[in-house]
C-alpha cells in the first residue's frame, strides 16, 4: 500500500492521527537522520560549479529540502536574517561538491543506472508491473497545486461547510515538498482579495508572527527609464492607475502561502505536499473528469522500478480545481483535450528571474519600489522586445530583485538571466546591493496574455483556477490577487452546486458512485465574468499586444490612452495569434550578444546562483523532460542550425546545452520555470513532472 494511501485511511478510520504539518515535521526529522555524513574535506565544498565533467558518484545523498522545511526551525529564529549562514552550514546538506562534481549525473546522455532494480524477469513482467491496478481514494473536492488560488478555494470551501454545516471533503495535492516550496512572485500584492477571504484577520500580524516574514506597505513608488548610463524618473501621475502601488504590500509569496495552508489545515483541509500530480483520470468515454493520479515512484532513469517502487495513487473526486499555475501539465492538457481555447487568442507568456539579497540595514528603505523600462532590454524607442524589472526592499533588510522579460521576443541570441545580471551593474542600481549577499535564486514563467488568451474555465468534473487560466494583469504586473479572487469564487460555486445535489459527502459514505454524473459548474465562469477580475482584466486587454506591433514608445503610448482615457471602451481588439516559440526570428538576422563576465559579487555564473535556489531531483528517475516523439530531429536539425540553438540561453538553470553537437538535457538543474515548453523551436519539449518532493526548494521567494 502507497504511503499517501496509509495516511489517507488512517484519517479516515477516525483514529488518533497526526496532522498533515505532523506528518512533514517528522518526514523532516526522518530525512535528517538519514543524511550520509560528509567524507570529504570541507575545502571540496567549493567546487567549481562551471565544471563540465560526466561524474557519477555512488553516494546516496538526500536533498536539503526537507530539513529546510520551516517546521524544522523555531518560530522565534531570526530566519531570514541567518539565511545564508545557514546555507554555508549545512550546505544544502547533499554537499555542493556533489552537486557540482555531478551537475549532469541526470542527463540525457548518461544511461546507467546504480540502484538494484526489482526482480523483472521479462518485459511483460515489467509492463505488468508499470500497469498494475492503482489504489484509489475520493473526496468531494480535490485541488491540484497549493498556490493562492488552490489554498484560496481550499479555504472557501471550508468556511462555506461551517456556515452551511455540510462537511464536504477537501484535499490539496502539492508537487513541492512543502507548501511555498515551488511559489516564486515578485511580489508588491494587492490586499483585496485576501481581505475578501479573511475579513475578520490580521494576516499581516500573523504572518509575521508564525513565519517571521513582513509585508511591508509600499511607502515610495519610482519608475525609471534607462540608459546605458544613467536614469529618467517618469513622474506618477503620467503612469497609469494601475502601477500606483498605495495601499500594496512588498511580501514573500511563498511564505503567504505557508501562512494559508496552515489556515486551511486548522479548517479541516487535507494537504499533501511531495505528491506530483502526473496524470488526468476521465470517465470511460472521455468526457469528464473524474480525479488525478499521482506519479508513480522509485522508477530509474532507464525506466525500470527499483525496490523502492511505488504506484501512483488515484485520487478521485466529484470536482477537480486545477491549481497548477501558469503552464501547469495537467491543466494544458486539459485545455487540448477539450479544446478549451477555441476562439481565444494563443496564450502568451513572460519568464521571471528572482533573486533575494540581504543587505545592511542602514542602507535599506523599507518600503521603496522600483521599476524600470529600457536598458538593457529595449535600446530604442522602437525595441518590441516586451519587458522590465523590478526592486523592491522588505522589512527587515531584504531586496527583491528580478527582470521580467516577454516571450515573445525575436532575437535568439537574447540570454534573459545574462541580461538580469548586466542590469544590476547600472549606476543607479548597484548601489543598492552594496555590501549585500545574495540568499536566493529562481526562475517562473507567467501569463501575459490576459483577457482575450483566457481559455473556456469549466468542463464536466472540474474548472481551471488562477494562473492555470491566465488571470495575470500584465499592466499591474500582478497576479496573485486575482488568482486568490478565481480560487474563492470557483469554491463558492462548487460548493453550491454540491450542496444542492443531494449527494451524501464522501466523509460519511468514504466513497462515490461511479455511475454518479460528473457536473459542469458553469456558473463558476458565469461569477467571474461577473467579478471585479473581469473588469480589470478588460480594461487592458490590449495593451501587451499593442507592444508587440508598435514596439516600446507605440506601446506606451498605447497603454497610457487605454488606461488615462477609453479604460478599456476601444471597439476594436488586439489579438495575439501566434505562439511565443514561432515568434523567435532566424538567427541570421542577428548578431551575436557579447555579456560581461560575472565578477562573484554582484553578478554570478548561472551554476553558482542555482544552488542558491535548492534544487534537488534525485539522480536516478526519469528525466521528466522528454523530447515529442514526432519531434525528435528538431533540436540538431532546426533549432541548432536555424537559431543557434537559443535553450542554451533562455533556459535559467543551465538544462540545455549541446555537446558535439549533440543536445544533452541535464533535466537535475530544472527549476520548473516551464519556459522550455513554451519557447522551444517548434515546443519540441514535453515537460512532465517528475517524482514528487524534487525541483527548488524556495524558502523566501
Known amino acids: 500500500m502507497s504511503s499517501l494511501l496509509q495516511v489517507l485511511l488512517r484519517r479516515r478510520q477516525g483514529g488518533v492521527v497526526a496532522s498533515s504539518a505532523l506528518l512533514r515535521r517528522r518526514r523532516c526529522a526522518a530525512t535528517i537522520s538519514s543524511i550520509p ?50 546555507i554555508n552550514q549545512y550546505q544544502y546538506q547533499y554537499q555542493y561538491h556533489q552537486f557540482a562534481n555531478s551537475i549532469r549525473s541526470f542527463s540525457t546522455d548518461n544511461k546507467e543506472s546504480d540502484t538494484t532494480n526489482t526482480n523483472i524477469d521479462n518485459d511483460d513482467d515489467l509492463l505488468q508491473l508499470l500497469n498494475s491496478p492503482r489504489e484509489s481514494m475520493p473526496f468531494d473536492v480535490l485541488i491540484v497545486g497549493g498556490g493562492p488560488a488552490g489554498l484560496a478555494a481550499s479555504i472557501r470551501l471550508k468556511q462555506l461547510c461551517m456556515e452551511k454545516d455540510l462537511d464536504l471533503s477537501v484535499c490539496v495535492v502539492e508537487k513541492g515538498n512543502e507548501i511555498g516550496a515551488h511559489i516564486l512572485s515578485g511580489n508588491v500584492f494587492e490586499p483585496r482579495a485576501i481581505e475578501e477571504l479573511f475579513p475578520n484577520i490580521d494576516w499581516r500580524t500573523e504572518l509575521v508572527e508564525n513565519h517571521s516574514s513582513n509585508a511591508t506597505p509600499v511607502k515610495s513608488d519610482n519608475f525609471l527609464f534607462l540608459t546605458e548610463e544613467s536614469s529618467y524618473s517618469i513622474p506618477n501621475f503620467l503612469l497609469p492607475k494601475e502601477l500606483h502601488n498605495d495601499g500594496n504590500y512588498i511580501i514573500s509569496l511563498g511564505q503567504l502561502c505557508r501562512w494559508m495552508g496552515a489556515k486551511a489545515e486548522e479548517l479541516g483541509v487535507e494537504i499533501y505536499p511531495g505528491f506530483a500530480a502526473s496524470e488526468v483520470l476521465y470517465n470511460e468515454d472521455k468526457t469528464a473528469v473524474r480525479g488525478i493520479a499521482t506519479r508513480d515512484m522509485g522508477i530509474d532513469k532507464n525506466g525500470k522500478p527499483k525496490e523502492t517502487f511505488e ?17 501547469g501539465s495537467c491543466s494544458e492538457s486539459l485545455i487540448s483535450h477539450f479544446n478549451l481555447r477555441k476562439g481565444k487568442s494563443e496564450q502568451t507568456y ?34 518590441k522586445t516586451f519587458g522590465g524589472t523590478f526592486l523592491y526592499h522588505q522589512e527587515p533588510n531584504l531586496i527583491l530583485t528580478g527582470l521580467v522579460i516577454g516571450l515573445d521576443y525575436a ?67 500582478k497576479g496573485s490577487h486575482t488568482a486568490l479572487k478565481s480560487g474563492m469564487v470557483a469554491a463558492e460555486s462548487v460548493f453550491e452546486c454540491l450542496a444542492n445535489s443531494n449527494v451524501t459527502p464522501v466523509s460519511e459514505t468514504f466513497e462515490i458512485n461511479e455511475e454518479e454524473e460528473m457536473k459542469e459548474v458553469s456558473s463558476y465562469e458565469d461569477a467571474m465574468k461577473n467579478s471585479w477580475v473581469y473588469d480589470e482584466l478588460y480594461q487592458v486587454r490590449n495593451c501587451h499586444e499593442s507592444f508587440a506591433r508598435y514596439g516600446l514608445l507605440g506601446g506606451l503610448v498605447y497603454t497610457g490612452l487605454v488606461t488615462h482615457v477609453t479604460k478599456g471602451r476601444e471597439p476594436w481588439t488586439l489579438f495575439h495569434s501566434k505562439r511565443d516559440s514561432e515568434k523567435t526570428e532566424e538567427a541570421s538576422k542577428f548578431e551575436p550578444i557579447l555579456y560581461p563576465q560575472p565578477d562573484g559579487v554582484l ?90 518532493g524534487g525541483g527548488p526548494q524556495y524558502q523566501v521567494m
Open 37 to 86: 555524513q560528509s567524507t570529504t574535506n570541507s575545502s571540496n565544498a567549493e567546487t567549481n560549479t562551471n565544471t563540465n565533467t560526466n561524474t557519477n558518484t555512488n553516494t546516496t545523498t538526500r536533498p536539503f529540502s526537507s530539513f529546510h522545511s520551516k517546521q524544522c526551525f523555531n518560530k522565534k529564529s531570526n530566519y531570514l536574517k541567518n539565511f545564508h549562514k545557514n
Open 311 to 327: 504506484r501512483g495513487v488515484e485520487l478521485r473526486a466529484r470536482q477537480t480545481l486545477f491549481a497548477e499555475g501558469a503552464r
Open 350 to 383: 513572460g519568464l521571471g528571474i528572482k533573486e533575494v539579497w540581504e543587505i545592511p540595514e542602514e542602507h535599506h528603505q523599507p518600503g521603496l519600489v522600483i521599476h524600470t523600462l529600457g536598458y538593457p532590454l529595449q535600446s530604442s524607442v522602437t525595441e
Open 411 to 477: 532575437n535568439p541570441y537574447i540570454n534573459p538571466y545574462k541580461e538580469f545580471q548586466r542590469w544590476k551593474t547600472h549606476p543607479d542600481i548597484r548601489k543598492h546591493f552594496e555590501g549585500g549577499t545574495c540568499i536566493s535564486y529562481g526562475a517562473r514563467v507567467l501569463n501575459e496574455g490576459g483577457f482575450h488568451s483566457l481559455p473556456k474555465l469549466t468542463f464536466n468534473g472540474g474548472a481551471l483556477i488562477g494562473c492555470s487560466a491566465g488571470f495575470l494583469n500584465s499592466v499591474k504586473i
Open 603 to 692: 553578478t554570478f555564473d548561472l551554476l553558482t546562483n542555482l544552488q542558491r535556489s535548492g534544487t534537488y531531483h534525485d539522480d536516478d528517475q526519469e528525466a521528466h523532460l522528454r523530447i515529442k516523439e514526432d519531434r525528435t530531429q528538431i533540436p540538431e536539425s532546426v533549432s541548432l542550425q536555424t537559431y543557434e540553438a537559443p535553450e542554451q540561453r533562455f533556459c535559467p538553470a543551465s538544462v540545455y546545452e549541446y555537446v558535439d553537437s549533440k543536445l544533452v538535457i541535464n533535466a537535475q538543474n530544472c527549476v520548473h520555470c516551464k519556459c522550455c515548453s513554451i519557447k522551444m523551436p517548434g515546443e519540441y519539449i514535453n515537460w512532465t513532472c517528475p517524482e514528487g
